[in-house]
């Protein structure tokens, strides 16, 4: 079966830093498109013994821009970016991706998910069409686990081992 990019839910963890409960909202309003770039950090030398180059993989930097998204004056994630936005600060919180096509159990739904955490900054306000753009940085490795969603809002539950 082909997934389709609504089969991927992210979630961005909007409560307020050291109030230890996650606030989690879900991205998509007034937004066309939202992808992870995993930018591989490559190492490539050339030893003086050698007619070609050799490669190494180091790390990942992942990242994500959503560039216009509409603004909706009900949209929570919209209203969470303006009062960073306001501030001229950055934010460092937490976003989930859901995978929605891995539903499974019998009395409780739960989905795979990673969490990662996250730095946002503001690119861009205003324009033609009332927008703002934004950037996610990745802080680190994914945390691997599952989600259950009640009312609309996520549980993470980081996976064992």
């Known amino acids: ?8 839910a992210h ?17 998509g309003i007034g937004v066309e498109a939202l992808s992870l770039a995993y930018n591989p950090q490559i190492d490539t030398f050339k030893q003086i013994i050698d007619d070609v180059a050799s490669s190494t993989f180091d790390s990942y930097q992942i990242q994500s821009s959503v560039s216009g998204k509409r603004i909706d ?3 929570k994630i919209w209203k969470w970016l303006n009062e960073a936005r306001k501030k001229a600060e950055s934010i460092e919180t937490k976003m ?12 409780s739904t739960t989905y795979d998910a990673l969490q ?17 753009s934004y950037d996610v940085y ?14 609309k809002k996520p549980t993470f539950t980081p996976k064992a081992g």
């Open 116 to 132: 990662y955490n996250v730095l946002i900054v503001i690119n861009e306000f205003l324009g033609e069409n009332a927008t703002i």
């Open 138 to 151: 990745v802080k680190g490795k994914p945390t691997i686990g599952t989600v259950a969603i009640s009312n």
């Open 1 to 8: 079966m082909q997934l389709k990019r609504k089969d991927f």
């Open 11 to 27: 979630y961005f963890d909007t409560s307020t830093a050291g109030t230890g409960e996650a606030n989690w909202e879900l991205e």
């Open 96 to 107: 989930l991706e859901v995978d929605m096509s891995s539903a499974t159990g019998d009395l």
């Open 73 to 75: 004056k009900d949209d």
